[in-house]
């Protein structure tokens, strides 16, 4: 099952709604990534509100594709871990590190946005 990924000017939008298997979370992976080069995103925004479970795989590839955001350029911010989740990560010595993570999609996009307006410098005749 592939995750639509919307854009939004430079920044990505993914909302994961349903259980991912192993493959549809790695072609996940692999299509945020290949989005991100192909349009010369500044950021990314991966909801996540509608997960019930994130495992230990889940978690790595969540962080491996943050990693790789920012290698590419693009910041990115992991939205809508519900409580459950946070506590099940936090007891399995996991947890979203290589993201910021906040409340919902809206603070997602205000977070990119401030972070990608601090970078203002790598463009400074206001290209963003």
Do not use: W
Not at 79 to 100: I, K, W
């Amino acid at each position: 099952m592939r995750i639509p990924i919307l854009r939004l000017g430079r920044i990505l939008l993914a909302s994961i709604q349903v259980e991912l298997s192993d493959a549809d979370v790695m072609q996940f992976q692999s299509d945020i990534v290949h989005k991100i080069a192909e349009i010369e995103a500044l950021g990314v925004a991966i909801d996540i509100s509608a997960l019930e479970i994130v495992d230990s795989y889940m978690a790595r590839v969540l962080n491996d594709t943050a990693s790789m955001a920012h290698l590419l350029g693009a910041e990115a911010v992991i939205s809508g871990v519900q409580p459950y989740v946070a506590m099940t990560l936090v007891e399995m010595g996991r947890g979203l590190l290589g993201a910021d993570c906040v409340f919902d999609l809206e603070q997602a996009i205000a977070r990119l946005n401030a972070r990608i307006a601090q970078r203002a410098d790598i463009f400074p005749d206001g290209e963003a």
